[in-house]
């Protein structure tokens, strides 16, 4: 075993890219979708609320699935899970671009889900293996940046991709790249996991499934349904009994299928909660500035996504500087100025979205968002994984996915939302307002909740400390 490596692989910058490279398609598909939910309302004659599965399903799936990669990482191989990841997206890419109505459009997405619910948990995991700790802060740093640019720079992108060539193209071409992938990544992979085939716990398995599912389908349906519903409030209280009673067996047992001992380490459960935070802010921003642009100011898909490039842009720079500055300075130098900036975007959204406001000024208050959320993911969840023994890594990897979906769904519902009732407080007020309007009023009102998250972060980094290893 060589000094520079926890586990030998014969090319790891290969390895590496060829996870991230995996994991970027399957994050850029998460939001891509956004800046084409107009048109495919359109399509098939369904509401925003309906349309918006598109995203919470993706998440769902992935919510249910990355808790159970912790037992799948010690029943398959490395190059096995890679498989079969790669085989779920290609599946999936290929029934959602020939959908034929919106039902099999949804199925599609949901099957793509499980493709990047297997390779999330298992690129970070193998990151943690192949790479020693004084290298990790890079590592990271770039791997941060897959996490944070490909939902960032989904809208963007698939804006001009929908504009020339229509929506079902963002599918083709993310099934061109899983291709090239299949062909060239997979020759790179070497299997660097202990297999240890331990028992699996099918109650575990149950509770995880209804308890994570329950929580972000209930918080899904509230774009629809108030919390007095039945088809909130039932998903919700089962939700929260299975996870109750998940967490309780976990502590029980004597190999639990999630070990969670990760929550003794306080750094670590720091990192949890402001990386919950922060993909909060990015997923409900992903999903609500596209409507935004398009329906309001009136900007093509195009115009949209370059509106947004600016900002998607800059965090692609400085994901890797600030990962390799973090190896240097430690998180506390980073976060309470990453969650600064993004609360300081969130309240500026909050004062100037209006049906007429200038393109400079998203443009502006976008940007200050991206800088921001570069300082915040990567240094929150590589402290936060710093902080544990290795026999835990593969825990740590699944608590910290799990939260991301659940942050992503949440987000992306609660956006909607709070946007929904922004509208209808509005046409309560104004019956005759215009729908560009209603919509401006509607994602002002979102932001300003937004806000008040991303303000609860600033607090909660002033108390990281640099775990030192």
Known sequence: MSSLQIVEVRKPKAMAFAFMFGAFIGL?????????????????????ATAQWLTTGYLLTLGILVPVSSLLIQWFSTKQLLAASLAFSIAGTILAALAPAFPVLLIGRLVQAVGTGILLPLMMNVMLLIFPIHKRGAVMGVMGLVITTAPAVGPALSGLIVDTLGWPFIFWISLLFYVVLVFFGMKQVDNVSVITKPAIDILSVVLSTLGFGGVIYSFSTLAEK??????????????????????????????PMINLQVFTYPMFTLGAILLLIGMFLILSTAILLPMYLKTSLLLSAGMAGLVLLPGSAMNAVLSPVIGKLFDRFGARMFLPLGFFLASVSCILFAFILSAETPVWQIVLAFLILFIGISMIIMPAQTNGLNQLPRELYGDGTAVMNTLQQMAGATGTALAITLLLSGQQALLAQ?????????????????????AVFASCGFIASL???????
């Not at 850029?28 to 925003?48: K, P, R, V």
């Not at 039932?234 to 299975?242: K, Y």
């Open 28 to 48: 850029f598909s998460e939001t891509a979708l956004n800046m084409a939910l107009t048109n495919i309302m359109s399509d098939f004659s369904i509401t925003s």
């Open 226 to 255: 108030s919390i007095a519903s039945p088809h909130v409030f039932i998903p919700l209280l089962v939700g929260i009994i299975s996870l109750v009673l998940f967490v309780s067996r976990q502590l029980k047992m004597d190999k």
């Open 430 to 450: 104004s019956p005759d307002a215009s729908v560009a309007e209603s919509l401006a009023v509607g994602t002002k009102h979102a932001f300003i909740f937004i």
């Open 463 to 469: 108390f990281v400390k640099r775990v030192r290893v």
